[in-house]
């Protein structure tokens, strides 16, 4: 019977040591990885679509459409502005870089000057012998004297350009210039031969742009 008791005391204990040392094992068990223990599981479904967001501006189709619109009305500005200014090319004449339109109206010296300097231009001037003559045929159109800018208001005898150059080229009639009466500081282009004459600034004659 003691013997009995004994033997079964000895079993627990030895079942105690076992449990004892798989005690002492468990954390090594705790440290083991996934990768080391399995395979990894397969990626979860898609989720559900998210609500609704704000509404956006307008878009570049708008803005498009703006830029298109401002285009047509800029081309139809350009071909009514070459229209107009071919329309003004016809009542005047090009010669080399310059071109030269009549106003086809008599005015004096200071004030026809003041119009083309209004329109962009400058009273016509002519620097050589073809701007000369496309000055002649414009005046020979309204048989009518024609200013140019070339005065010797700054100096009796000293005929200058607007920007205090004396003259480099000249077509003056025989006898002129002659300051007649004392008062002849500005200078016009006779129709006829193209020829030049001192004459009265305050004389309203053919005023000539050229720009
Ligand atoms: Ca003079
Ligand atoms: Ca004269």
């Not at 400058?122 to 414009?138: D, F």
Request: net charge negative.
């Amino acid at each position: 019977m003691y013997l009995l008791q004994f033997l079964m005391a000895l079993v627990a204990g030895t079942s105690l040591g076992c449990a004892a040392a798989s005690e002492v094992i468990r954390p090594e068990a705790d440290t083991c990885t996934v990768l080391a223990c399995g395979t990894p599981g397969r990626d979860g479904l898609p989720g559900r679509d998210g609500a609704k967001g704000e509404k956006g501006d307008q878009g570049t189709d708008t803005l498009q459409k703006q830029v298109d619109a401002l285009e047509n009305k800029i081309l139809a500005l350009q071909t009514q502005f070459n229209n107009y200014k071919n329309a003004v090319l016809l009542q005047g004449l090009k010669e080399g870089q310059k071109t030269f339109i009549s106003t086809r109206q008599r005015d004096t010296y200071t004030s026809g000057k003041a119009q083309c300097v209004k329109a962009g231009g400058t009273l016509a001037c002519p620097k050589n012998a073809a701007e000369n003559s496309a000055l002649q045929e414009l005046a020979l159109k309204d048989a009518m004297f024609a200013f140019i800018d070339v005065t010797d208001i700054q100096r009796e005898g000293k005929f200058m350009y607007a920007n205090g150059e004396p003259v480099s080229y000249t077509n003056w009639k025989e006898g002129e210039p002659n300051n007649a009466h004392g008062i002849e500081d500005c200078v016009l282009i006779v129709p006829e031969f193209g020829l030049w004459n001192d004459w009265n600034c305050d004389a309203r004659e053919l005023i000539i742009c050229e720009f």
